[in-house]
């Protein structure tokens, strides 16, 4: 049984940087794609950043191209999100995600089949 451990969340100001991370559980992670979604009060659950299994190819949604930096660590089952300028919008409860197929999940055609329990990112203006 997959579990997600996602973690790092905090409140800051905006411009400043927040490091998110994630640890897997129960599986082998060589075939699994990681990454982040986000909710934001009142909004539904949108996509963030994927990262492939071997960390080759990542991907983001448009609002964080340029400020968020997805990586995986050493250990593949383990993925981190380097949050950084961020912004009054950025805030919002940050899940980590698995799946096996990253292609509808960046195509938006699909959701992940496991999730974290969520991290909370508040950014003050």
């Known amino acids: 049984q997959i579990q997600l451990a996602d973690s790092g969340g905090g409140s800051v100001q905006a411009g400043d940087s927040l490091r998110l991370s994630c640890v897997g559980s129960?599986?082998?992670?060589?075939?699994?794609?990681m990454g982040w979604f986000r909710q934001a009060p009142g909004k539904e659950r949108e996509f963030v950043a994927f990262?492939?299994?071997?960390?080759?190819?990542?991907y983001y949604s448009d609002s964080v191209k340029g400020r968020f930096t997805i990586s995986r660590g050493d250990v593949k089952n383990t993925v981190y999100l380097q949050m950084d300028s961020l912004k009054s919008e950025d805030t919002a409860v940050y899940y980590c995600?698995?799946?096996?197929?990253?292609?509808?999940?960046?195509?938006?055609?699909?959701?992940?089949?496991?999730w974290g329990q969520g991290t909370q990112v508040t950014v003050s203006s």
């Open positions: 990262i492939t299994w071997n960390g080759d190819n990542d």
């Open positions: 129960g599986n082998s992670w060589s075939s699994y794609a």
């Open positions: 995600a698995a799946d096996r197929w990253i292609e509808g999940i960046v195509a938006g055609t699909s959701r992940p089949w496991h």
